[in-house]
C-alpha cells in the first residue's frame, strides 16, 4: 500500500511540474519561442515561402500573430537567412519529401540584418548571389527564433519556362502584328480564374490544333507560339489557305508555380485532377498507368469527381468543337521540350480506318523533321481512358495525338532532368516548325 501510495504522489508531483513548465519558460525565458500545450516550439515567424523571379528568390515572412503586438518588436531586430544547394535533387524523380529531412545548419548564413517589415508585419528578402538553374532549400528566422523552412525553390530561367503575363504578351502580340491573319479568344478560365488564351492564324478552312501544357510540368507555348510566329513570319501563304489553332498553356495555374520556383514536377491542375483523364470519354474506366488508380484522388493520374468537371477541360472541348480541327497534336514530354514521338488512344486501335489515318499524318509531320527518319515509324497508341486523344477519337474523329519524348537520347536526358536551355528549346522551335510546316501543305 506504502508502494502504492509513493508512486501516486510521484505521478502527481511528475504531472504538477511538466504543468508548471511551460509558466516557468514564459517568465523567465526571452519569449521568442514558448512551448504550446502539446509541448511543441512556438515559431516567431509564419507563412514563409520562396519563390524564383527569373534568377533570383525571394524570401517572405510574416510575424506569427503571437508575436504581432509592438511589445516584442526587440524579437524581430534582426532577420537570418539561411540557404542550401541541392544538387542532388532531380526533378521527375524527386518531390517533395526530398527537402523533409534537410537542416539549416547545414546551410550557409547568407543574410543577418535590419529588414523593415512592411506594415509592421511581412519581411523580405530577395538573394541576388542564386545561381540561375539550381535548387536550394532556404530558411528564415528572428533574431533568436527558430528558423522556419526548407523552403525549396529552383530558380528557373523565364526565356526557358515562360510567365504567364509572358505567355498572354506573346499570343497579344501576334495578334497586333498580324491583324490579318490571327484571332485570339479567351475561351474560358482556369481554377484560380486565369483568362485561357487560344489563338487562330490563318483564313483556310482546314486546321492542325495545337495544345499545350495540359499536364504543366510538360511542354506547350514555349514551343507552340514560336512555331507560329515562324510560320506567320517565313510561310505566311500556307496561312492564306489553312490555319493554326492554338490553346498554348491550358493547365496555367500549376504552370505558373513552376515559374515561380517549385522544383518538382506537377501534372495535375489546381484541384489536383489530371486534366487528360478528365476527359468524357472512357472516363469510368479505371486506369492504372504509372502505378496510381485514376480513382485515387490522392493519385497523380486522379480522373476528377466526374467527366469534364475541370473548367480547363470544358474550355478545350468547347473550342475544339467550334473550330473542328483537321488534326491535333498536344505537347507533354518533360520541363518544356517534346519530341517526335506520337501516341494516339489506346480504343482507337481495333478501327483500322482510323489507325491509318493516324499514321498518314504522322507520316506527313515526320517527313517534315526528317526525310530520313525511318518509313516504317508507326504510331503507338497507347493514350489512356479520359485523355484528349480518346476524347478526340470519340467525339470529333479526328488524329489526335500526345508528343511525346525526343528521339535523340541526349536531348531527352536533358530536358527529363529539367535542364532544358535556350538552345535545346530553340532546336525544337525549329523541329516542329519544319513538322507543321510539311503537314500544312497536305492539308489543300
Known amino acids: 500500500m506504502n508502494y502504492l501510495n509513493r508512486l501516486f504522489s510521484l505521478k502527481i508531483s511528475a504531472l504538477f511540474k511538466i504543468s508548471l513548465f511551460p509558466v516557468f519558460l514564459f517568465f523567465f525565458c526571452s519569449p521568442v519561442l514558448v512551448l504550446s500545450q502539446t509541448g511543441q516550439e512556438y515559431k516567431t515567424l509564419s507563412k514563409a515561402s520562396a519563390c524564383n523571379d527569373n534568377g533570383k528568390v525571394v524570401i517572405t515572412a510574416f510575424k506569427s500573430n503571437r508575436y504581432s503586438e509592438a511589445e516584442f518588436n526587440g524579437q524581430f531586430r534582426n532577420i537570418r537567412i539561411y540557404r542550401l544547394s541541392c544538387p542532388d535533387f532531380v526533378f521527375s524523380t524527386d518531390y517533395e519529401e526530398f527537402f523533409c529531412?534537410?537542416?539549416?545548419?547545414?546551410?550557409?548564413?547568407?543574410?543577418?540584418?535590419?529588414?523593415?517589415?512592411?506594415?509592421?508585419?511581412?519581411?523580405?528578402?530577395t538573394d541576388t548571389s542564386a545561381k540561375k538553374g539550381s535548387t536550394y532549400a532556404y530558411w528564415i528566422a528572428s533574431s533568436d527564433g527558430e528558423p522556419v523552412g526548407p523552403l525549396p525553390v529552383k530558380t528557373r530561367d523565364s526565356d526557358v519556362w515562360w510567365p504567364y503575363q509572358k505567355v498572354m504578351d506573346r499570343i497579344l502580340n501576334l495578334k497586333g502584328t498580324f491583324p490579318s491573319y490571327v484571332t485570339v479568344d479567351t475561351i474560358g478560365y482556369s481554377v484560380g480564374r486565369k483568362p485561357i488564351l487560344a489563338l487562330k492564324a490563318g483564313k483556310g478552312e482546314p486546321s492542325v490544333a495545337l495544345i499545350g501544357a495540359i499536364h504543366a510540368g510538360e511542354s506547350g507555348p514555349e514551343l507552340i507560339i514560336p512555331v507560329i510566329?515562324?510560320?506567320?513570319?517565313?510561310?505566311?501563304?500556307?496561312?492564306?489557305?489553312?490555319?493554326?489553332?492554338?490553346v498554348p498553356s491550358v493547365n496555367c495555374d500549376q504552370r505558373e508555380k513552376l515559374v515561380r520556383g517549385n522544383p518538382w514536377y506537377l501534372r495535375r491542375n489546381a484541384n489536383l485532377v489530371d486534366l487528360n483523364r478528365n476527359f468524357p470519354a472512357g472516363w469510368e474506366k479505371v486506369d492504372l498507368t504509372y502505378g496510381y488508380k485514376t480513382s485515387d484522388p490522392d493519385g497523380l493520374t486522379y480522373r476528377g469527381p466526374f467527366p469534364a468537371s475541370e473548367p480547363e477541360t470544358m474550355a478545350v472541348m468547347s473550342y475544339l468543337k467550334k473550330n473542328k480541327p483537321r488534326v491535333l497534336f498536344s505537347f507533354h514530354c518533360l520541363a518544356g521540350i517534346c519530341g517526335e514521338d506520337l501516341l494516339a488512344s489506346n480504343n482507337s486501335a481495333g478501327n483500322k480506318e482510323y489507325v491509318e489515318k493516324c499514321n498518314r499524318y504522322a507520316k506527313f509531320y515526320w517527313e517534315g523533321i526528317d526525310p530520313q527518319l525511318p518509313k516504317n515509324r508507326q504510331v503507338?497508341?497507347?493514350c489512356n481512358s479520359g485523355s484528349l486523344p480518346t476524347w478526340c477519337f470519340s467525339e470529333l474523329g479526328i488524329p489526335a495525338f500526345d508528343m511525346e519524348a525526343p528521339a535523340d537520347a541526349k536531348d531527352r536526358a536533358q530536358c527529363v532532368a529539367d535542364n532544358t536551355d535556350t538552345a535545346l528549346l530553340e532546336k525544337y522551335q525549329d523541329i516542329h516548325c519544319k513538322g507543321f510546316i510539311k503537314l500544312l501543305k497536305t492539308l489543300y
Open 101 to 125: 529531412s534537410l537542416n539549416y545548419k547545414k546551410g550557409e548564413l547568407i543574410f543577418n540584418g535590419k529588414i523593415e517589415p512592411l506594415l509592421n508585419c511581412k519581411f523580405s528578402y
Open 229 to 246: 510566329e515562324k510560320l506567320l513570319k517565313q510561310n505566311p501563304e500556307l496561312l492564306d489557305k489553312t490555319s493554326v489553332i492554338a
Open 380 to 382: 503507338n497508341f497507347e
